[in-house]
């Protein structure tokens, strides 16, 4: 089979997102960590990370950090972090209501709101960052984690000031973080409604990373007022951008956004957020700015929406080559999105998910867009839960228990093109689609060339198949940064599909999703179906091997694809010199 061999462009979207703002400007001071202690003594000639933090917030020395560049601080710091634990031990002190920790919550003139805003104090609790920094690990990689008698998230990324803060966090892994599970009660409203506040984002969060909720009529779930910015108390003055790359955002907790709370426009790439968890939305990552993913892994998440990932706000999205898996939540297993969100996912793959009400894969009220994608193994337990108000989440399923796959509700609609269905199970009935209103309330635009292993995605465009065994193995490593169903042999899913004519753009550089499978390896003329090309790499029958994104795992790398990585970032700098010697 003619082969296209189009996959340098994958390499070079990797190198545009792991490259980050990383050369774009011309003052970088570089401070040197040298202390794995969380300490904040001055003489000693140690410098800690928390001492380097504030060296960047500063742009100038500390007594024990100093800048090892000739070039001054600018807009381009970094901080080295040499392997190792780098253990956070001085908490952040709670304070007594409408106060906790570095957040004040004000009662508006009319008594009927509150409003949070937040006094960041680098010197205590998670650590402040107020500057544009690159915090990079020495190679294999350094953690950042809540230490013994920790209380707060990691990293929080908020200014004041009317700026950009450009932060790049490059082989860390950031661990532990434990921002209050629940919200902090804080006062009643005029009509004796108690409001709290809920801390966001237990590993990272950008902006104020906090909002205040009337907790009797919103209960948990907030999303609807905007996220951090609007509803936090309002961020019209900065500027966020951050890129992660190469790290792991594991094992934190949160009220939203268990993993990552983000307001930023966001770049991740050969990463993994796993085992995080939110009391609301957004297990791994809650996100409300435009974002791009490539090479990702999210797993064994939970949260009540979007176990793995909570997409709001108004904004595009885009998920490339990545993994969401074995996430739980009440609705939305894998995915949640609301409905001014244009989220699309292209040669990726979305299994094993778990939702209790709908959703087990996918769960949307917003335009979404699959192309190339394998949705698989994902369920619905139909188990009746409870928020913390006590309000019947189980509301949406008395018409069944939706889409186990993907699941459409109220205005929600998924884009089919290419994309391949199977066993993802609603109690014991295959649902692969479904929406919360039932079968007649399912919204998908059939793109052809699907597969559907029942029928109840209702399938109907040219070369779609359904009623069919799709042939795959289970979900596991078969090649490449992240996990992936190959295609057995005499898969009706080999040389099932056909160019979708649509190109997608990640950061300028567009592609065509149909070139590459989920590994980055190229596609045949005639493409198969779902995430995954046949005879691309030697099949696997399944089963074990691999962890998604091997960031943080005992896994390791391809090298071939590392060393391709490297040369391009070579080229891509040679080229950025050169043009800045000619400017």
């Avoid at 490593?477 to 992936?484: A, F, R, S, Y």
Wanted: net charge negative.
């Amino acid at each position: 089979m003619e082969k296209k061999y189009g996959w340098t462009r994958w390499v070079a979207l990797a190198v545009l997102l792991t490259a980050g703002m990383a050369f774009d400007a011309v003052q970088a001071a570089t401070i040197n960590v040298n202390n794995f202690n969380d300490e904040v003594t001055s003489g000693d000639s140690l410098c800690s990370l928390r001492e380097a933090v504030t060296a960047i917030n500063d742009g100038a020395n500390t007594t024990d950090c100093i800048n090892a560049s000739t070039d001054p601080y600018g807009t381009n710091d970094t901080i080295m972090l040499p392997t190792g634990t780098y253990d956070l031990t001085i908490p952040q002190p709670e304070g007594s209501p409408p106060t906790y920790g570095e957040y004040s919550a004000t009662e508006s003139a009319d008594s009927t709101s509150f409003t949070v805003t937040v006094n960041p104090d680098n010197s205590v609790g998670d650590l402040d960052i107020a500057k544009s920094v690159i915090i990079a690990g020495v190679e294999p990689g350094a953690t950042i984690q809540a230490g013994t008698g920790f209380n707060d998230r990691i990293l929080h990324i908020y200014t004041d000031a009317t700026a950009t803060v450009n932060v790049t966090l490059q082989g860390v892994t950031i661990k532990g973080g434990t921002s209050p599970f629940n919200g902090i009660e804080i006062g009643t409203d005029s009509s004796g409604n108690p409001w709290a506040i809920r801390i966001q984002g237990g590993g990272v969060a950008t902006g104020i990373g906090a909002v205040a909720y009337n907790t009797t009529t919103t209960g948990q779930d907030t999303s609807g007022s905007g996220g951090a910015g609007e509803s936090g108390g309002g961020e019209s003055g900065p500027t966020y951008l951050l890129s992660i790359t190469n790290s792991s955002i594991q094992d934190n907790q949160a009220g939203d956004g268990g993993g990552l709370y983000n307001s930023a426009t966001l770049n991740i790439s050969n990463s993994r957020l796993s085992g995080n968890i939110a009391s609301a939305n957004g297990g791994g990552l809650y996100n409300d700015a435009a974002m791009t993913m490539l090479n990702t892994t999210l797993d064994s998440n939970q949260a009540e929406g979007g176990g793995g990932l909570f997409e709001t706000g108004s904004h595009d999205s885009l998920i490339v080559g990545s993994t969401l898996s074995r996430n739980q939540a009440v609705g939305g297993g894998g995915i949640s999105s609301r409905s001014t969100v244009n989220l699309t996912v292209a040669d990726s793959t979305v299994s094993g998910n778990k939702a209790q009400d709908t959703g087990g894969g996918i769960y949307t009220n917003g335009p979404i867009k699959l192309y190339f994608v394998t949705v698989a193994d994902n369920t619905v337990s139909g188990e009746t839960s409870e928020t913390e108000t006590g309000e019947d989440t189980s509301s949406d399923t008395s018409s069944g228990l939706g889409g186990a796959g993907v699941n459409t509700f109220g205005s929600g609609s998924v884009l089919l093109s290419n994309t391949l269905l199977t066993n993802n199970l609603a109690g014991t009935t295959l649902a692969n689609c479904g929406a919360s209103g039932g079968a007649s309330e399912i919204n998908i635009i059939d793109n052809g060339y699907n597969l559907d292993s029942g029928n109840s995605c209702q399938l109907s465009a040219g070369g779609d198949l359904s009623m069919v065994d799709p042939r795959i193995g289970l979900l596991g490593n078969n090649g490449g940064l992240t996990e992936t169903h190959a295609l057995l042999s005499g898969s009706p899913a080999i040389d099932g599909g056909r160019s979708p004519e649509v190109t997608l753009s990640v950061m300028g550089t567009s592609f065509d999703p149909s070139s590459l499978d989920q590994r980055g390896l190229p596609r045949s003329s005639v493409p198969d179906i779902g995430a995954y090309e046949g005879g691309s790499l030697s099949s696997s029958s399944g089963g074990g091997g691999g962890g998604g994104c091997t960031i943080g795992t005992s896994n390791v790398f391809d090298p071939t694809l590392i060393l391709l990585i490297l040369a391009a970032f070579s080229g891509l700098g040679w080229q950025w010199r050169k043009s800045r010697r000619s400017s």
